[in-house]
């Protein structure tokens, strides 16, 4: 049956509203960033329970970050209400976590055991193998095999029986133990089968081998599955993952319609247009179209190259434009201890993102806006249990785990009491914990039960505060499915943009995939994109040319040069009428 127009589906387009109202069976929907893929998703989920009569509970929608399972989590809400709660939102690694915690007898685990974070895995494998390299060899070596070796395969045995004896698993037996149970018993694969009759896979592009053997033996062929994603947004390929997978799923799922998307809501048409042409050399989905679909009004992006240190460095011009979007009004607002920075513009810190692609291009960001007066939030991809402290908190929280009290308010409870019993050198990594996970308690409401699993599962960017006034740093990775109206792209040099260490070039499919994490940060811009870079810098004490980002070249015309730097009087004018 053709989609209705009006109901739940009212609010996509005719594209989208087709896609979304695919009845029943296995569903591909190819399309660009920006074409409403997350839109679609919440809206087919709801349809399906609003106006299908799906029962809820029968839902399993996977998303590929926590940030973005809360967003979606978020829209369900809004779009169905109560019984959204219903619905199974997760990461790959939730799931897999819930699916040990009914099944954890079969691992010989107790129904409390932990999940080891980094340290916990480093200490255990030295125990195995006696020597810290050895440790690092074999930690390599089990996430990817290569070669069979007996030896390597009996300290890997070794290590996965040490870990069940301490009552642990780590992260990545989170999907490993789930789909080697499932695919040696047809019983319980029966089981969640018909459990989870109805599933979802946003980022689909990013899915690896064993989170693709996780969906196999979840649907079947004629399975209700969907999958969503983007061949050019890509960006995990490193770890296993490849366009290989939207192959597969056609094989595999050979009864599936394939739907397009190719009116992009998010961006402005010249952020668009730079766009198409930077990923065009190496699209993995030739001849596809990306329309400009929103009445916003279209900005040029902006290209700067800073001359020299001496001059203005990268990140000096960075702060600077942005205080020139904000009005000059950081400095107003700071002095008044009041952090508000929306400019004339209706530009506030908190719209604003600044990604890179090597966290070490950070730094300098964070002291030049720290000299700015600029307050920005910074989190890095690393899990937040490896984070010093969080460890801590959470053994503490571990004692109240069946109390009913909010998150926030245990969260304090157990601050209070680690800081007590640390040792003064010890005291400001638990202060440091404490800020990051304040705002994750905080979204967790009252249920302390959820904030421990999410920071058990969760990265640092999981951690961010969407609705902080701060500037928010990221990396290129860190930064997709999300969007800003206002992005800096800096480091587009050589070597930075493709990364390559000295001395070696990357292969061209190393390239290729930097292309691709190129196209994903010029795509989270909606109003203003800005690709900067420096023409020297200095490193190590000498200063050395930088070669534009071959990125950069064919861009056409929606890309503009910077206008010089402001006289610096300006700004000491400005500074004086304070
Ligand atoms: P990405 O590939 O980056 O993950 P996406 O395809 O998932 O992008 P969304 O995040 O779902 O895109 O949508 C991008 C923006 O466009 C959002 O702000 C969304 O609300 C808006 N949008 C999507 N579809 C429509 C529509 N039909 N009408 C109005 N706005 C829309
Ligand atoms: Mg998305």
Redesign the pocket.
Known sequence: PEAPAHGILA???PD?RAAAGVPAGPLLIV??????????VTHRLAHLVLERDVPARDCLAITFTRRAADELTERLHALIGPDADDITVGTFHSFGLGFLREHHDRLGLTAAFGVADTARKHGVLTEITGDETAARALARGLTDPGPADPAHAEAAARYRARLRELDLVDFDDLVTEPVRLLEADPQLTAAYRDRYRWITV??YQDVDDTQYRLLRALAPPEANLTAIG?PD?AIYSFRGAAVGFFLRFEQDYPTAPVHA?TRN??SGRHIIDTAVRAIAPGTLVPGRALHAA?PREAHRVVRHDAADERTETEAAFVARTIDGLLGGSSFHSLDSGRVTGDGPGGIGFDDIAVLYRTDAQSRVLLDEFARAGLPVQKRSHDPLSARAGVDLLLAELAHVADRDGSALDELRAAATTVVFSVPDETQADVHGAVELLTPLAARCGDDLARFRREVLLGAEVDALDPRAEAISLLTLHAS??L?FPVVFLVGCEDGLLPLSWPGTAPTAEEIAEERRLFFVGV??AQDHLWLTGAARRTRHGQVRDRTPSPFLTGLGDAVTRAEAPAPRKARATQLSLL
Not at 31 to 40: D, E, L, M, S, W
């Open positions: 609010g996509l387009d989208q399309a660009g960033p920006g074409t409403g893929k997350t839109r679609t946003d980022e983007d947004q998307l809501y998010r929103s997709k499915g969007e795509t989270r």
